[in-house]
């Protein structure tokens, strides 16, 4: 039986359109964006790949500064709603060669489940954070996360996958979290 376990070693961090236009709308915006700059921050330190999206950079602006400034590439701008309908994203996950999707954005109900669901269709494990996720309405992330959970992603939230990764205290990855965990 597959391990349903997150391990740093396997995974790719998805960031789905947190767009400057875009996330003034979404419920309980602040904490999403809190809860991804906390994966982004884990994923800087434990080496975890780190691919970011835009939806129609020309219309919902770029992705909002404080996430932006921890994005180490350029973000891959889309027209589609899946991630996976843009080449360019394919290729960047491709290139990571990981199998794992640790996956948040905006929105839950829309991008982030159409490319939860192509990642399950491509065969990747899914870990679907889900307070790093969220919805303008918040009915609709919820049934966007029992949706992915139901085609068989694992839910998650931000501190809970951060810790599964660091897997254990007193290292120095875990010194350097601490800051980021107030």
Same mark, same amino acid.
């Given at each position: ?7 740093? !070693? ?10 400057? %236009? &875009? &996330? ?11 809860? +991804? ?7 800087? +330190?434990?080496?975890? =790949? ?9 219309? &919902?602006?770029?992705?909002?500064? @404080?996430?932006?400034? *921890?994005?180490? +590439?350029?973000?891959? !701008? ?15 996950? !491709?290139?990571?060669? %990981?199998?794992?999707?640790? *996956?948040?954005?905006?929105?839950? #109900? ?7 669901? !192509?990642? *399950? ?5 899914? #870990? ?17 996360? %029992? ?11 931000? @501190? ?10 007193? +290292? =120095?990855?875990?010194?350097?979290? *601490? =800051? #980021?965990?107030?």
């Amino acid at each position: 039986m597959k391990s349903s376990r997150l391990n740093a !070693d396997e995974a790719v961090l998805v960031v789905v359109d947190m767009q400057e %236009r &875009l &996330l003034p709308a979404i419920h309980n915006q602040e904490s999403v964006k809190a809860n +991804t700059a906390l994966l982004m921050h884990a994923a800087r +330190t434990l080496s975890v =790949p780190v691919i970011v999206t835009t939806q129609y950079l020309k219309g &919902l602006g770029p992705v909002v500064g @404080e996430l932006s400034a *921890l994005n180490p +590439t350029a973000p891959i !701008d889309k027209m589609t709603f899946s991630c996976f309908g843009s080449p360019e994203f394919r290729a960047a996950l !491709d290139a990571t060669g %990981r199998r794992t999707i640790l *996956l948040c954005g905006v929105e839950a #109900h829309i991008c982030v489940l159409q490319t939860g669901l !192509d990642s *399950l269709a491509a065969e990747y494990s899914v #870990h679907l954070v889900t307070d790093a996720t969220g919805s303008r309405a918040p009915a609709n992330a919820v049934l966007g996360h %029992r949706r992915l959970e139901g085609a068989g992603a694992l839910l998650s939230s931000a @501190e809970m996958a951060v810790y599964e990764m660091l897997g254990r205290a007193g +290292t =120095p990855a875990f010194k350097a979290m *601490l =800051p #980021h965990f107030k």
